[in-house]
């Protein structure tokens, strides 16, 4: 809704200077430190990327850490193991992770709902424990340090000035592509299967390939988040893949507003600014972070997104109907 | 004597071992079963309150000198009262919406307990006694069996033959079963359904804080106790089927005893084997083991 009531023209003002004021973050690290911005850029991807199941497909995944973590250590794996170039270490991540997220669809969408939420939940543990066990990922202590290696076999990506426009552009491109997604005739199959399934398949849609395509978009662009952290860090870890991070992108989609495409967004910043500059008190955050996942579902399931939507469309409505009645007493 | 190339001695004990675990999984999964039957809550917050009933155990314990077989009893009653607490002030409030958000719901609680835990006591785990009574070991001829896991799974069993008998012979269980199935109607018989549902999930509930005095003196006793084995308890119920609350007491004892042999011959293997076994059953079985075909 807020999209509808500004102007275009307004919008791509809006658009511009959010670019702008990205791209002037690294010549200003007194105001705000690069590396923060990196990491929620990051978990802005991630976010947007789960939304594409959950808002616009419908399907409530608990295992998206396993797309983001098995990405972080598959691209670790590249570019330390076998020292390739880092585009192509970040590409085998997301395929990798992108073919993992077909996997888990093909087995998770044998149920619905609530029994797919446990099915991804249980599929994620396998391949957290899994990683745990690979002999190449250091177990408990992660893998580390990883070189970031050379873009395209040029660019030293050891330049966080460099580093920090890979990760703007990778991250414009996936938000981007999402919300190609979301607006092309595919992304309307996706919402009819969300909003009545048994009518998209009357209709003739292969639902069952529609849904493990979504899938493996969304765990594709997840990946590419997570090896994007793994490049940032020069770490791919354990908490990478641990369903605590499935929970968190959960929250931050919630609470962003899951019903539009960049909602999500605004909570993966807030959960990370919140994890960042309350750090220092510990197992504190996590409480707050559980009291706000209780408000969120009790109190305002439309993310702050979709309230502010909400406040917006019911002023606008009771000002048409206002000015309705004065016409009629006219 | 040698069974597959493995010592009998080892091939014993880790089915032993399987079966204590396989006696917790029987546990939780039975109250997060009966939970789900009623209220259609997939009770993420299980796991934390077995861990809670650990540490409740424990603080009575070292605290006020409340001995283990007060606290079998003491520790249900408390983690109960915290989990009707909890159901009355926020569970309430979302049954009419999608399930989806009662696993969320739980998962913010999840979240609370640990976290609070946390900074109560520490990351670090906890040490319980035995009580005195079960400790030692009995030397069967043929295998050691420490005294403490035998009686682990002896009571897990009576506690679930208990469970199955108040739930079908009694007249609170024919109310629960009834409201299970038709809550509107068993509601027009003049039943309180909404007081049923916060007794269910007391009691759910109560069941894990049981566990987890039965756990405190085999495992640490630490905020994160909890919060791996929620994730295998819901591997079982997947694969003994959501509706069958007896199906998934048996499955979690049987999976318990999968999850020993594989660590004989296996071992690596041992903590995604239930895993496999998921989804072995999801392509075979999708409505699992013991469940009906249901949305």
């Excluded at chain 1, 149920?111 to 957290?128: D, K, N, S």
């Excluded at chain 2, 069993?157 to 739930?167: D, E, K, L, M, N």
């Excluded at chain 2, 895993?275 to 392509?283: D, E, G």
Aim: proline share 3%; net charge positive.
């Amino acid at each position: 809704m807020v999209a509808l009531l500004l102007s275009p023209a307004i919008k791509r003002s809006l658009l511009a200077l959010l670019l702008a004021a990205l791209v002037a973050v690294p010549f200003v690290p007194e105001i705000i430190y690069p590396i923060f911005v990196m990491k929620v850029m990051c978990f802005v991807l991630f976010a947007c990327a789960f939304n594409l199941l959950l808002g616009h497909t419908g399907i409530v995944s608990f295992g998206h850490a396993a797309f983001f973590g098995s990405s972080a250590y598959i691209t670790g794996y590249a570019l330390r193991d076998m020292g390739l170039s880092t585009e192509i270490a970040i590409l085998a991540g997301v395929l990798f992770s992108a073919l993992l997220g077909a996997v888990f669809g093909v087995l998770a969408i044998r149920r619905q709902g609530i029994y797919l939420a446990m099915i991804t939940l249980a599929l994620a543990q396998m391949v957290y424990f899994t990683f745990l066990q690979a002999p190449f990922t250091g177990a408990e202590d992660g893998m580390q340090p990883i070189p970031r290696g050379k873009l395209l076999g040029l660019i030293d990506m050891n330049s966080d000035l460099s580093l920090y426009f890979l990760v703007l552009a990778s991250t414009c491109g996936g938000l981007w592509l999402i919300h190609r997604i979301v607006n092309s005739p595919f992304g309307e199959v996706l919402r009819a299967i969300r909003e009545h399934e048994p009518r998209a398949r009357s209709l003739g849609y292969a639902v069952n390939r529609y849904k493990i395509m979504a899938f493996a978009l969304s765990a594709g662009l997840s990946g590419l988040a997570g090896s994007l952290k793994c490049v940032v860090f020069r770490l791919a870890s354990l908490t990478d893949v641990h369903w605590h991070l499935s929970g968190d992108v959960i929250l931050m989609t919630l609470l962003g507003g899951m019903n539009s495409v960049f909602g999500p967004a605004i909570g993966a910043i807030i959960i990370s600014a919140l994890r960042h500059y309350f750090d220092a008190l510990g197992a504190w955050v996590t409480v707050a972070v559980g009291l706000i996942f209780i408000a969120c579902v009790l109190l305002f399931r439309r993310g702050v997104l979709g309230e502010i939507d909400h406040l917006l469309a019911t002023r606008f409505a009771s000002r048409r109907i206002v000015k309705e009645q004065k016409n009629a007493q006219i | 004597m040698e069974i597959f190339g493995i010592p009998h001695q080892a091939f014993l004990g880790q089915i032993m071992l399987g079966l204590v675990n396989g006696a917790f999984y029987a546990v939780l999964s039975l109250g997060l079963a009966i939970i789900f039957g009623l209220l259609r809550i997939v009770n993420f917050a299980h796991g934390a309150f077995f861990m809670v009933g650990a540490f409740v155990a424990f603080l009575i314990g070292r605290d006020l000198g409340i001995g283990y077989w007060p606290a079998m009893i003491l520790v249900p009653l408390i983690v109960g009262f915290l989990g009707v607490v909890f159901e009355r002030v926020a569970l309430r409030r979302i049954y009419r919406l999608d399930p989806l958000y009662g696993l969320l719901l739980t998962f913010g609680m999840v979240l609370v307990l640990e976290g609070g835990f946390r900074v109560a006591m520490g990351s670090s785990g906890q040490r319980f006694a035995t009580p005195e009574a079960l400790r030692g070991v009995w030397n069967l001829g043929f295998m050691i069996l420490p005294i403490y896991r035998a009686f682990v799974i002896l009571v897990a069993v009576v506690v679930c033959a208990g469970t199955w008998i108040v739930i079908e012979k009694t007249r609170m269980g024919a109310y629960l079963r009834a409201a299970t199935e038709r809550p509107e109607l068993t509601q027009a018989f003049g039943i309180n359904v909404p007081v049923l549902l916060t007794l269910t999930y007391g009691a759910g509930v109560a069941l894990a804080g049981f566990a987890g005095v039965l756990a405190a003196p085999i495992q640490q006793v630490s905020p994160s106790m909890g919060s791996d084995l929620v994730i295998i308890v819901f591997a079982i119920v997947v694969i003994g089927g959501l509706g069958s609350v007896f199906g998934s007491a048996i499955t979690g004892l049987g999976l318990g005893v999968i999850e020993g042999l594989t660590k004989v011959y296996y071992s690596e293997a041992s903590t995604t084997v239930v895993f496999l076994v998921m989804a072995l059953v999801l392509l075979l079985r999708p409505a699992g083991l013991f469940g009906r075909e249901e949305g």
